[in-house]
């Protein structure tokens, strides 16, 4: 992984690299940049202090300039691998666009937050249920994945038992 150090405009000194996180890909292969939808050649990961930064690259081709012949490049900024400041008001764990996982992780801690009352859980249940039903039609689903799909299922059907015995499912109806 080759370094180079440069200065950004603000005299500080970032190392840009060719990044080994997510969204790596092999020699040869391009993926959509997340910021624009247009191709790009790599991911580029620049260090600036402590803080870790990302960029995608777009190779536009070569150009002649004082008659040398450079690389015609165009970068995305991509955003922080985690936002520092962010983070300290909403403790959700919140990442940049690098981490693949940062949605479900969101998730798991806002139902983890003792903030949401059981109606918000419920309302939650019900959209993601939703959302699983529009995508099981083109999606490829593994066997242990439907089992827990099914388990899932069945504790809805329990809490709605539960639900209506205590006869709160009319006042959730009116709500």
Do not use: W
Request: a positive charge.
């Amino acid at each position: 992984m080759s370094e180079k150090p440069s200065k950004n405009g603000e005299g500080a000194e970032v190392k840009a690299e060719k990044s080994e996180e997510p969204g790596k890909k092999r020699e040869g292969e391009q993926f959509t940049c997340p910021r624009c939808g247009r191709p790009a050649s790599y991911i580029e990961r620049q260090r600036k202090g402590d803080r870790v930064y990302y960029v995608a690259v777009h190779y536009k081709g070569f150009r002649k300039e004082g008659g040398k012949v450079k690389k015609d490049l165009e970068k995305c900024y991509l955003g922080p691998m985690e936002y520092v400041l962010v983070e300290k008001l909403h403790g959700l764990g919140l990442a940049g666009l690098m981490d693949r996982d940062r949605f479900k992780r969101y998730v798991r801690e806002a139902l983890d937050s003792a903030e949401l009352s059981l109606k918000d859980l419920l309302e939650l249940a019900v959209e993601v249920a939703g959302r699983a039903l529009e995508l099981v039609e083109t999606s490829d689903v593994d066997d242990s994945l439907a089992e827990r799909a099914k388990q899932a299922y069945n504790t809805l059907i329990k809490v709605y038992g539960k639900l209506k015995e205590r006869r709160l499912v009319e006042r959730f109806a009116k709500a």
